[in-house]
C-alpha cells in the first residue's frame, strides 16, 4: 500500500510561487506515474499535471501550462509542484496521486490519493 503525504501549501499573493511536495512511501515510487490535482471550493477535483514513472515525460492541463512545472526525485521517492505566478482563481486543495500507468491519472483514477494540502492566493 503506497502512502502519500503532500506538504508545502500556504497562503501566498497573487503572483507568488509555491512549490508544493508529495512523498511516497510504502512501495516502488519509480515504478509510479505521478499527477497532482486539485479541488477548489464548490467544484470538481480537476488534473493539472502528470509525469512518467522515469520522469521523461510531463504532461500539463491548458489552465497551467506555462505556470506551473511537474517533477520528479525517484531516489528521494518525491514528486514536486513548481507553481508560479499565482492567481486567486487558484486557490484550492491540491493533491498528488500515484498510478501504475500514466492514462489512469488522465482518466481521474488513480490507485493512490494523498490527503491534500490548501493553497490560498490572495488578490
Known amino acids: 500500500q503506497v502512502q502519500l503525504v503532500e506538504s508545502g501549501g500556504a497562503w501566498v499573493q497573487a503572483g507568488g510561487s509555491l512549490r508544493l511536495s508529495c512523498v511516497a512511501s510504502?512501495?516502488?515510487?519509480?515504478?509510479?506515474?505521478m499527477g497532482w490535482f486539485r479541488q477548489a471550493p464548490g467544484k470538481d477535483r480537476e488534473l493539472l499535471a502528470r509525469i512518467s514513472w522515469s520522469g521523461s515525460g510531463t504532461y500539463y492541463e491548458d489552465v497551467v501550462k506555462g505556470r506551473f512545472d511537474i517533477s520528479r526525485d525517484n531516489a528521494q521517492s518525491t514528486v514536486y509542484l513548481q507553481m508560479n505566478n499565482l492567481k486567486p482563481e487558484d486557490t484550492a486543495v491540491y493533491y498528488c496521486a500515484a498510478a501504475k500507468l500514466l492514462m489512469k491519472l488522465s482518466a481521474y483514477q488513480p490507485e493512490y490519493w494523498g490527503q491534500g494540502t490548501l493553497v490560498t492566493v490572495s488578490s
Open positions: 510504502g512501495g516502488a515510487f519509480d515504478q509510479l506515474s
